[in-house]
């Protein structure tokens, strides 16, 4: 399947009616099983266990089948591939080998990489169908026409040296609708600012800490662009946020949601600005922590089938945040459900003071997508002014992934000119907590929240 035969594909569901999305989703639903059963050891193996056959898919549903996670999928990566030629080892090489966001392994798959908030670290392919139709639902969210002789500037501000979903998307978004730039939020500032200004996108892109600094750069007269659109995901986008990009740039920014898991997953619309998710593709169940839906207005975790990733399936997936559906459809005629509330965490900046003098951040985006192979679990702690600790998990050579760790982090460090300044530390540990106040995992603990 092409970009173009998903995009029509995709844009035909808007016009359908509720019940009509319910029946393509269980049709997509019972297709993707049938598939698993038949190509995925993992998937074969836990349904039996759970007395679920292949003769029994025509009558199942989504809420029938067991959750399974990241730590689960991660353990057993080599047989929930649907390829047998995938295999975690070659692949955690090939992202250190290629680090350019669009190399493909084997020339054929887009390898993405995270551990989220949650410091697991995960690895996630997409094949070529599966890829097109993530670009398909793309352009529903960036809402553009398709018009090769008036291709549109899209900026993107983020981690840009790895394969890291937003990156991914970004410059493989579709050439008959865009012309890319990405920028490292790496970079100084004033670099980014420059850069920026030489461009002049009409769409910006980024992390809502990210858009914000730019927009307070605006506002203070030290960049000067005009963007028409402007996208924030990854974290939420807080009301303060949203009032100084708008202040900036006389943009009101549409909410992007979504994971590495599932790529494109929800937007607002711009009628309304209600976060849509796209249930045509998605099987979106939430729990309460018994596994039990709630009702809607009721928060609970997102537990999520993506249905069209036939590569590396993830069916009835725990995600980390908790959010809450409306149950009250929105005014702007898309026929998605809405979510009202996300309660996904905001990891915070770190700051730090250069050689010179001048203030310089480390964004979470950077920290967030943190990967060298061999490292399972991790937790970044600011522990004064000028010093940086990262509590690890590690598996296999202990010497090799900490060796790999300090480089990775000096380079971090030296993009920001900070390399001389902060002492960095890796502490090895078996185990890292959660917040004893909130029982939840902090990827990042800034020193003044200590």
Same mark, same amino acid.
């Given at each position: ?7 029509? +594909? ?6 359908? +009616? ?22 995925? %050891? ?9 007395? *679920? ?163 307070? +750069? ?22 303060? *946020? ?19 898991? !599932? ?41 999520? !089938? ?92 202990? +010497? ?5 760790? %300090? ?34 995992? %902090? ?8």
């Amino acid at each position: 399947m092409n970009f173009l035969k998903a995009y029509i +594909e995709v844009k035909k569901a808007e016009t359908l +009616e509720h019940q009509q999305i319910q029946y393509l989703q269980l049709t997509r639903f019972r297709k993707l099983l049938r598939h698993v059963l038949q190509n995925s %050891r993992f998937y074969r193996r836990y349904y039996h266990e759970h007395g *679920i056959s292949e003769s029994d898919i025509n009558n199942l549903t989504p809420q029938d089948l067991p959750v399974i996670d990241k730590q689960t999928v991660m353990e057993n990566y080599d047989d929930v591939v649907c390829d047998p030629a995938l295999k975690k080892e070659a692949l955690e090489r090939f992202i250190i080998e290629s680090p350019d966001p669009r190399s493909k392994y084997k020339g054929i798959y887009r390898v993405l990489h995270t551990s989220g908030s949650s410091g697991t670290v995960g690895l996630f392919v997409y094949g070529p169908r599966d890829w097109a139709i993530y670009q398909a639902l793309g352009g529903r969210t960036s809402q553009c026409r398709i018009n090769p002789f008036k291709r549109r500037k899209l900026a993107f501000i983020g981690a840009t040296d790895g394969h890291y979903a937003g990156v991914t998307g970004v410059l493989e978004a579709p050439r008959l609708m865009f012309k890319v730039m990405v920028k490292s939020i790496s970079s100084p500032l004033d670099e980014i600012c420059r850069d920026l200004h030489r461009f002049q996108p009409n769409n910006l892109f980024g992390y809502p800490s990210g858009v914000s600094l730019l927009a307070k +750069e605006q506002i203070a007269g030290h960049i000067n662009i005009a963007p028409d659109s402007i996208g924030c995901g990854g974290e939420p986008l807080i009301p303060a *946020i949203r009032k100084i990009i708008e202040k900036a740039f006389n943009v009101n920014p549409m909410d992007f949601y979504g994971a590495t898991e !599932t790529m494109t997953f929800s937007i607002e619309c711009r009628s309304h600005h209600r976060l849509h998710y796209f249930d045509d593709w998605f099987s979106v169940q939430v729990v309460d922590g018994d596994l039990k839906c709630v009702r809607p207005s009721q928060p609970g975790k997102i537990i999520v !089938t993506n249905l069209f990733n036939y590569t590396q399936p993830l069916i009835r997936y725990q995600m980390d945040d908790e959010i809450v559906l409306s149950d009250k459809p929105c005014q702007c005629g898309w026929p998605f459900p809405v979510i009202d509330k996300i309660a996904g965490r905001c990891e915070e900046t770190l700051w730090f003071a250069t050689a010179n003098g001048r203030k310089e951040f480390i964004s979470p985006l950077v920290l967030v997508e943190f990967f060298v192979p061999g490292l399972k679990k991790f937790q970044f702690v600011q522990t004064g002014n000028d010093r940086l600790a990262m509590k690890v998990i590690i598996h296999g050579d202990k +010497e090799v992934v900490i060796s790999a760790i %300090r480089e990775r982090m000096a380079k971090i460090l030296s993009q920001k000119e900070l390399n001389h300044v902060v002492r960095f530390e890796v502490k090895l540990v078996d185990h890292i907590q959660n917040d004893p106040k909130t029982g939840k995992f %902090r990827l990042i603990i800034p020193y003044t929240a200590r």
